[in-house]
């Protein structure tokens, strides 16, 4: 995700950014958390405490590896728009993503380690050839994103086991013939109640209804004007401070994608564009706040996020998924 700035709101007898018509007040200004403070439910679950963290785990001599696994900071822009064989790359890396995903995804169980689930992720990346992008990308300290329930993204894996009726995302991006393949997906742990159900849908519905929606000519705001109004149907909320992104030789390239409402995302897609479309999805508001890791965004009233991502292509009539095996 690409951290951005946050945008002014309308006044509370605005119309409404959403283009529903309304008035602010009536519409977006409670979820959007700028009007009064009403009492919430509380979380059901005590609030997440960090782990321990293992050390980095080894990549061999053999494997390519970025520019930043050394230095931590990356450097170059990266084209957004893809050249054939720039492509042809890009596909095997997120055929890699998706697969590690997959493989992830299906170790997830009730009291593994997040720390373990990284090691399995970890291992399947070198054994297929590539890097672990996360690891030392400015500085992150593992090899994939473990975001638990109020964990909204950039979850450090860690000590504690998954306990049942958790949800939890895992966010696996890889190194491979020179490209980032980028995606994510929520996983339910054991028996989740049925609110944490509909959230994880949702999201996953959010993801679909943003890939619908690219086509060339168009700007990139179609996506969050796609995506929003699905998620404020239900109630939830659209984390505005990380967005999707521009991806291929760079993993953050400068092209971000909003997942909300926002007039600044002109961008017209163009066939060859290839960008991440990840929506974090809340249960309450949508307000993010930061660890002292650095790294970990949760939601800031501690209720749960969900979150789905894939690297995609713009084609010359709509958009092709590449992180699928
Ligand atoms: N994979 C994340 C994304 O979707 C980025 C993780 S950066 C890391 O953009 F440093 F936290 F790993
Ligand atoms: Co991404
Ligand atoms: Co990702």
Known sequence: MTEVAKEPRPGRNDLCWCGSGQKYKKCHLESDGAGRTVPR??????????????PARAVPAGIPRPDYALTGQPGGTGRDVKTAGELERLRRACQAAARVLRIGGEAVRVGITTDALDAICHDEMIRLGGYPSPLNYRGFPKSICTSPNEVICHGIPDSRPLADGDIVNLDITIWLDGMHGDCSATFLVGEVDEAGRRLVRVARECLERGI???????????????????????????????CGHGIGETFHTSLQIPHHVDPRAR?????????????????GRWDDALWDDGWTAVTADGRRSAQFEHTVLVTADGAEILTTE
Do not use: K, N, Q
């Open 41 to 54: 439910p509380r979380p059901r679950r005590p609030a997440l405490v960090p782990g321990r963290v293992t």
């Open 267 to 283: 961008r017209v897609m163009e066939p060859g564009l290839t960008f991440t479309i990840e929506p974090m999805i809340t249960e």
């Open 212 to 242: 619908s929606v690219v086509r060339p000519g168009r700007p990139v705001g179609d996506i969050g004007r796609a995506i929003e109004p699905h998620a404020a149907a239900s109630g939830f909320g659209v984390v505005r401070s990380y």
